[in-house]
């Protein structure tokens, strides 16, 4: 019966992801842009390159913030749905937490594209307030020759945030509601403050939750090119750093080169999480 379901998953995934290996060990001529056949480590070495590096830390810096701000925006939402939500208002966090998944993905990035936008509420909003300046520090950076806005990292962490903090809230909540009460309340009894009981029981046993929750949101992000596509400034990111020397420079042997560093760090990352049993909260 699992024949043909593992079959196709060593096939299309495996498969794919050895070809792409395959090609990341494979040069292109730099006069004639043809693709040299031959086993090297030359386009590894491109990625050494000021730009390709600056490309690599960028991303893996936003794919950090995003995932280090969701966790302190999702944890209090999820210990409040889990210790003091009941009946109506738990199947309220639920619906609140999952409608946000049931709308296209595409149209919630060109939702914030306009709401981030210099005719958008935000911009207006602070106009309003006198706070211009602030208003462009934060979201927007003048583009180099010309005279429009283009949303900066913080405006671009911003749509990351909104559109994966879903997959942080549950694998959190998940966690905290293996979390016995009895434990808790065995805390208070042995003379632990709420400050004390929350670092030293409740976030410790929540810890796998966050772990899980930190895998999606950070895989996410660094694999995502339509949001720095759509919302981001001209600087590059991993993944649209792929698709362009995959299409417009045809340099498929640097794109594999790409591709392969996002799957090292997540399969390193996987491997901690394991150990750290993130996987019992997913």
Known sequence: MLALPVLWLGVVYVG????LLVQSFFSIDEFTGVIQYEFTLKTYLELLRPSNLDI????????TVVTVAAVVIAFPIAYYAT?????KWKAFFYIAVMMPLWSSYLVKVYAWKLILAKEGIINWIFI???LTSVL???LAVPVIGGNSLSVSYIGTCLVFLYVWLPFMILPIQAALERVPSNVIEASYDLGATPRQTFFRVIFPLAMPGVIAGSIFT???TLGD??????VGSSRLFLGQAVYLHQGTAGNIPLAAAFSVVPIFIMGCYLWLAKRAGAFDAI
């Open 16 to 19: 794919s992801l050895l070809a």
């Open 56 to 63: 690599i830390i960028r991303t893996v810096t936003m794919a």
């Open 83 to 87: 210790r003091y939500a009941r009946g």
């Open 128 to 130: 309003k307030m006198h």
């Open 136 to 138: 462009e520090f934060l």
């Open 218 to 220: 950070f895989s996410l």
């Open 225 to 230: 090119y339509i949001i720095p596509q759509i």
